[in-house]
């Protein structure tokens, strides 16, 4: 999963290598940023008025307990979060106007939608909350209304079947669901250093996460219960080798272990070489600013692919390339924690080098086919002025046309160049020759999508339809740009859009200007403040309601001849969610940390159903 950033003022949920820990929370009698809230819709609701004294506990391992219904006057609480949102409710209207009646339980917003004239009226499930919204992006008018809401137990009614031998499955990644953090030769990485000084959410770690390490059995029969036919994976650098670059056998028999149990269950293995976890001994020496690191991804590439190439026939070399250099290079959100985007455009373009190196030992090994995993977005002008369609070209050249490119044309976008030109190390970390490595022909495109971005020129006030997003950050105002949405449209709890439609219109400009590679969705999916309720579930309507929306938006894509051969969400299972902690959960699986048990979650009963139906 990707890391999230943060807008210049928020101060709690992410922290660079430069703010102390003190600094981070509010002093006795002061207020959280409204960024801390993790609410659902914007403007911000009134839980961003809640004290210190109040929001600052740590919340216990265990979040099995529902929150509390509000009194009068009230407001509803997540987990670990109290006096905030934990779901969406109506429209973006205050806390108090959005409240469901005592009793209700509230619904996504998005997923209860009406229409009416040129509105949107939003309404709880029982209708008992009005208002009006701006209409969704007009993308999502052209793809299919979703089916009702959950699939009748042994209903085989198909409306929209996926093609002949589609894969489905989940995605996790090493430091995110292992644990294990010392155990049996593992050596540190640069996301041990940069949580355990602090810098996420609650001082949480990932030193125990999901356990997988030691229950990686039991998931493996979840996944078969789920009917998954494939599983993507990532191989921590950190596990199978040492300091020295040799080999940890150790913890190379894991992900053999890990491998043969994936086939013994007919579920077709995804590895991800690289997914955050530097080791420590190549951070101390200067991370992706090293052009040497690039080399040091191919010797593990070559160790790993060599050892279990008979049993993974898939690898992907790297993960979502601009959240790893520009969050931890340019924001400071991310291990390194330094602020400088000409040192971020060179990290990028050694990483992209790495990922070419790593291609080429794959496939020496004669391993499989081999791919790489992207972050991409499509980009809108916010109005039709020109400055703000030049924000956005900026922007989409920066999130998209960087890496793209660079992979399928083997040149760098010219008008980038032009505008990080007197940047160092930048552009000037490219050398001859590095392009014809990155460049060489992919099997497949690893496809990441979780929210459209919409910019505005910087400067430019857009009046109060609009409000800034937390995806804007100084990377963004150096292009001359910011990331905005309308006021009341639909956020996820961190900040991101919701946008299916954006996922049929990314699909087909991959398609339009990069030409017919076969693409795989690898990550897609909702972050909510999930809990176990009285009966023993853990019931996530509104992630049912995101995913058949997504799969939908997939679906229209394929009808219109893009090769998309699997779908594969993000996650199996509740983990550690980089600076977020454990607070977002994605997963289809509830895990309750204090304990470690899984409850697959209603969206996995619904999931089930999808895979052995082939389709919604």
Not at 514 to 543: A, M, S
């Amino acid at each position: 999963m990707s890391c999230g950033s943060r807008p210049a003022s928020c101060r709690c949920s992410r922290r660079s290598s430069s703010r102390s820990a003190s600094r981070s929370r509010p002093g006795p009698g002061s207020s959280w940023p409204t960024c801390c809230c993790g609410a659902a819709r914007t403007p911000r609701p009134t839980c961003s008025t809640a004290t210190a004294a109040t929001a600052r506990p740590t919340p216990p391992p265990s979040r099995s307990s529902p929150p509390a219904r509000p009194s009068a006057g009230g407001s509803w609480s997540t987990p670990g979060r109290p006096g905030c949102p934990g779901r969406a409710t109506c429209s973006g209207r205050s806390a108090s106007a959005a409240r469901p009646a005592p009793g209700r339980r509230p619904t996504s917003a998005w997923s209860s939608r009406s229409r009416s004239g040129s509105s949107a009226t939003w309404r709880c499930a029982d209708g008992a909350c009005g208002g009006s919204a701006p209409e969704p992006p007009a993308s999502l008018e052209s793809i299919p209304q979703p089916l009702p809401n959950a699939p009748t137990k042994g209903a085989t009614t198909v409306t929209l079947r996926f093609p002949e031998g589609f894969l489905w499955g989940a995605s996790t990644a090493a430091y995110q669901i292992e644990g294990a953090a010392a155990e049996d030769g593992r050596r540190p990485s640069i996301w041990d250093d940069f949580v355990h000084a602090g810098h996420a959410r609650h001082g949480e770690t990932g030193d125990v996460a999901a356990d997988h390490y030691h229950r990686s059995a039991s998931d493996l029969d979840l996944m078969a219960d789920l009917g998954m036919t494939a599983y993507r994976f990532s191989i921590a650098w950190t596990r199978t080798m040492d300091d020295d670059g040799a080999v940890n056998q150790k913890g190379l028999d894991f992900y053999r272990r890990l491998a043969d149990g994936l086939r013994e269950r007919g579920i077709e293995p995804f590895a991800t070489l690289y997914h955050f976890d530097l080791p420590r001994r190549l951070g101390e020496r200067g991370g992706w600013l090293d052009r040497d690191t690039a080399y040091r991804l191919a010797d593990h590439a070559d160790l790993v692919s060599g050892a279990l190439g008979d049993r993974i026939g898939h690898w992907m070399t790297v993960n979502e390339l601009f959240v790893e250099t520009f969050l931890g290079y340019a924001t400071g959100d991310s291990p390194p924690g330094r602020e400088s985007t000409g040192e971020a455009v060179a990290a990028s373009h050694h990483m992209l080098l790495g990922h070419g190196l790593a291609a080429q030992a794959v496939r020496a090994n004669g391993a499989g086919e081999v791919g790489i995993v992207t972050s991409f977005s499509p980009v809108r002008p916010a109005t039709a002025d020109p400055r703000d369609a030049e924000a956005a070209r900026r922007i989409d050249g920066l999130v998209n046309r960087f890496y793209l490119d660079a992979l399928f044309r083997g040149e760098y976008p010219a008008d980038l160049m032009a505008h990080y030109a007197d940047l160092r190390p930048g552009f000037t970390a490219v050398r001859d020759g590095d392009l014809d490595v990155i460049s060489a022909p992919l099997d497949f495109l690893g496809l990441n999508y979780y929210f459209s971005r919409t910019v505005a020129a910087s400067g430019r006030d857009l009046g109060p339809d609009w409000v800034e997003t937390p995806l804007s950050t100084r990377v963004e105002a150096e292009l001359g740009a910011r990331d905005v949405v309308r006021a009341g449209e639909t956020l996820t709890a961190i900040g991101w859009p919701v946008d299916p439609g954006g996922l049929t219109e990314l699909l087909l400009r991959l398609r339009a200007d990069y030409g017919d590679v076969p693409i795989y969705i690898t990550e897609n999916g909702l972050p909510l403040g999930d809990y176990v309720t009285p009966d023993g579930r853990v019931h996530d309507p509104e992630r049912i309601e995101f995913l058949r929306r997504h799969l939908t938006a997939l679906h229209a894509a394929v009808a219109a001849g893009v090769d998309v051969r699997g779908y594969l969400t993000w996650s199996l299972l509740d983990n550690f969610e980089w600076g977020s902690g454990y607070a977002p959960r994605f997963g289809l699986t509830f895990v309750d940390y204090g304990t470690q048990r899984r409850i697959p979650k209603d969206s996995f009963h619904w999931y089930r159903e999808v895979i052995a139906r082939n389709g919604l």
